[in-house]
């Protein structure tokens, strides 16, 4: 695919911020800058490639860490001169070691639900990897596949019999339920959510190019 890089707008400096952002989960990662030399490498690899000003050369994200940032896809603004790089992170995005660079609060009104589901999976997949007796993530876990199969199958009764008595309320409890025992199933099997955003995806492209037809 031909790449028109003569349509952004670098500054005077030869450069273009760009946010770094999970493409699962839709958090900013980070902000870097990119020169030309930075924005060619990071399309021609597939990987994160960014403008030190400070030691004024090129780095690659997670060159030496390992964290390196799978480029989903890169947008620019309306006026060209910012760039948004959606990733998939293979680590944490800052040097500190936290998720994001932007882990400090200056001030928060509320919590952000559209983080819920990558935070669940998390702490799932935590709790998998580093087991704490007394939980019940930890539990299922230990009693395996056909446990968390019974569970599945209860709650998508319980879903049906909401449905049934037409109680919104129990509904979005029983779906609650539903969605957390499918994301420990989705951790023991190794699905992501991204692949059934991807699978999705698939349907949704098949299906649009079946009504153009």
Known sequence: MEVKI???????NGLIPAI???????????LAYMNEAAVM???QTGETWFYSRKRQSLWNKGETSGNKQKVVKINFDCDADALLLQVNPLGPACHTGSESCFHNTLQENEEVESEIIPMLTR????????PVEGTYT????????????KKIGEESSEVIIGAKNADKQEVTWEIADLTYHTLVLMELLDVSVSDIKSELMKRHIKKAGKKDE
Do not use: P, W
Request: hydrophobic share 35%.
């Open 41 to 43: 490498k990071t399309i």
């Open 123 to 130: 702490n799932i997949k935590e709790r998998r990897n580093n």
């Open 6 to 12: 003569e349509k952004l707008s670098f500054d005077e």
């Open 138 to 149: 930890t539990y299922l876990f230990r009693e395996g596949m056909d446990k968390i199969l």
């Open 20 to 30: 770094v952002q999970d493409a699962e989960s839709a958090k900013v990662l980070t």
